[in-house]
């Protein structure tokens, strides 16, 4: 055996770095195995948007469903967690441009946020945003996080310990496993962990970015979102459900992109570039975060659109029930099993 520690982290997309930091901070040995790839977390806007994703969801359940209490706590955990970690933050709020607004502002009251009609938008100050590649790269520039180069190929259990074997053949031995592998891993399994794996749904995203500063807080409307990042601006984006290549759609991505630089009155010729990813998700759209079964072996993934959002909950969560304390009160949301 190659190497060993008490936790190994397989996957270093937001879930995966978030949950290897909460346990850094506990004061537990880590080791974050990743094959090096772009991943969807890096395809990403880096929205922590609880009022409008809560929306969202309400608003694709025919009104049945409030998830304002769960992402709100999302959200809250982002506060200490950029402090303890020195990750940007940014809080201007977010906007909705398009039609209904009154309508909108009274669905965002009714769910529990803030909500303005100001002129031709609605605006909240519930909706906030982080810097997705520079929050991965501080990440995993953390003292103490060890991050190795590969792709586990299969995970096995003998007793308290498990083995992930490398596609190298090499070996890792560790007490926890926390899996946070996103939608496509090629993992062979233990057979429930592989049932809870089963019921994850690939979801390709396309966005665009260019280097003109379009906004100065995500606007958002029928179309897609624009969300400033550094050096430009992010336009998004496309969900193509149980599509898992990578090659940027132009056409596709064209008209998604006229679509929404036309919420906020620009026509052609902002000149972009285009990053594709795959997302998991599950049949409620909520992550998979906890113990999935075999005893040390924890999951964290398939977050949907809203892996930014849930990221320091979701270590939490995982890490809580790594370490054997009481659930909080979102967890069972949150727990893999339920969905089996």
């Known amino acids: 055996m190659s190497s060993s520690t008490e936790v190994l982290v397989i996957g270093a997309g937001v879930l995966g770095l978030s949950t290897a930091a909460e346990l850094l901070r506990r004061g537990h040995e880590v080791i974050v195995v990743d094959p090096g790839t772009v991943n969807a977390s890096a395809v990403a806007a880096g929205m922590i948007a609880p009022a409008f994703e809560a929306l969202a969801d309400w608003r694709g359940s025919d009104g ?31 906007e909705w441009r398009g039609p209904d607004l009154e309508v909108v502002a009274s669905q965002l009251r009714w769910l529990g946020f803030p909500a303005e009609r100001t002129g031709d938008a609605v605006i909240t100050p519930a909706d906030w945003r982080t810097e997705p590649e520079a929050v991965l790269r501080r990440l995993r520039a953390l003292p103490g996080l060890t991050e190795m180069s590969g792709r586990v190929r299969r995970l096995s259990a003998d007793g308290a310990r498990w083995t992930a074997i490398l596609e190298d053949g090499s070996g890792l031995a560790a007490r926890a496993v926390v899996l946070a592998t996103g939608a496509v891993n090629g993992l062979d399994l233990p057979e429930s962990a592989a049932r809870l794996i089963a019921q994850v749904r690939p979801i390709r995203g396309q966005i665009a970015v260019t280097d003109r500063h379009l906004v100065e807080r995500v606007v958002r409307g029928p179309a897609g979102y624009l969300a400033p990042c550094p ?40 000149p972009v570039t285009w990053r594709v990813g795959v997302r998991g998700a599950t049949r409620d759209g909520l992550p998979m975060a906890g113990a999935a079964g075999p005893a040390g072996l924890h999951l964290a993934l398939a977050p949907r659109r809203n892996g930014w959002l849930l990221g320091p909950l979701v270590a939490r969560t995982v890490v809580d029930g790594l ?13 893999p099993r339920r969905l089996i």
């Open 323 to 335: 370490e054997g304390r009481a659930a909080e009160p979102f967890a069972p949301a949150l727990d």
């Open 231 to 270: 050096g430009g601006t992010v336009i998004g984006a496309t969900m193509e459900p149980d599509r898992t290549d990578l090659d940027p759609d132009l056409e596709q991505g064209a008209s998604l992109a006229r679509a929404c630089l036309a919420q906020i009155g620009i026509g052609e010729g902002v």
């Open 64 to 94: 049945r469903l409030d998830r304002g209490d769960l992402f709100r706590a999302a959200r809250a955990q982002w506060s200490s967690f950029a402090i303890a970690f020195d990750l940007p933050l940014h809080r201007e709020g977010a």
